[in-house]
């Protein structure tokens, strides 16, 4: 535990991304899938660590041993989740064990930890669901239970100190050739000019140093990041990594521009929220409970469309 701690805490302190992380507890960790297996050993929260850390190397479509290929994509966990989740403010995985379980409106259901661990598998990662007996799903959701209980130690008052600066949405339709100015200019030195990340090996085996933005081995259509007022948020928030400095209207642009590239498509998208005036307003894909167009859904201007749910709702 006290290692634990300590490589949390540099994680942190040095604002690290974790896709193609140092080895830290060693590789080849192998688990049982047996729905009639006890817990394994290797269900650990340092397990856990590294199967956000290093998703690819574990899980992903190169993985020798064909059962423990989980994800299409290329990406790590900790492709957004900077420094395995540890990191303050947006899209940390601090406080998610003390969101679950609740009603989700994307699925209408209640949703545990583990469906959401199994969303982001299937969204994000663009792969398949983990069992929720499986050693890697009892091993993260123990990752994030430590985070928990380190968060809840840190107080309220030190959490808010890192609490992100809102977006202000402008009252605009995105402007694709900002969005590719601002690429070019703040994230292409990282991510490349085609948006295809910066590899960790030459195989892929490794996953990326910097992930791909778009392309076959990126999110797909379904991820939240695929939204542009979410994707907005987190650029404006941390990216350029080390120096996010973009103001409103460039972190809108160039989450526009980027979510403007082909990516994989995920099937049955049209099951998604079942209460379509739950459907949050920068979601890509219809059916809609507005006669807004499907454009104006993915790149703006949202505020009209917002100002019609506020309507409705009273």
Known sequence: ?????????????????????????????SASHSPAARTPDVATEQYGYRLIAQTTEILGPDVADPKMRFTDSRLACASCHIGAGVEPGNLSLATAMNRYPRISPRSA???????????????????????????????MVAYLR?????DAAMGASQRKAHDPAALKTPNRAANFENGRRVFEKRCAACHGQDGAG?????????????PPLWGPYSFNDGAGLHRILTAARFIKTKMPLGRADLDDDDAFDVAAYINSKPRPEMTGLDRDYPDRTRKPV?????????????????????????????????
């Not at 910066?198 to 910097?210: C, E, K, Q």
């Not at 059916?287 to 709702?313: C, M, T, V, W």
């Open 146 to 150: 430590f985070l928990a209980d380190q």
């Open 109 to 139: 259901g209640n949703e545990t930890i583990q469906d959401r661990i199994n969303g982001c598998m299937m969204r994000s990662m663009n792969g398949r669901a983990l069992a929720d007996n499986s050693a890697e799903m009892i091993a």
């Open 1 to 29: 535990m006290r290692g634990m701690r300590a490589i949390l805490a540099c994680c942190a302190a040095i604002g690290l991304i974790t896709v193609a992380a140092t080895v830290i507890w060693g590789r080849g960790v």
């Open 282 to 314: 920068d979601t890509g894909y219809a059916p809609y409970a507005d006669s807004f167009p499907l454009e104006q859904h993915r790149f703006g201007p949202f505020p009209p469309i917002e100002a019609y749910y506020k309507n409705l709702k009273k």
């Open 198 to 210: 910066l590899a960790a090996s030459t195989n892929l085996t490794l996953g990326y140093v910097f």
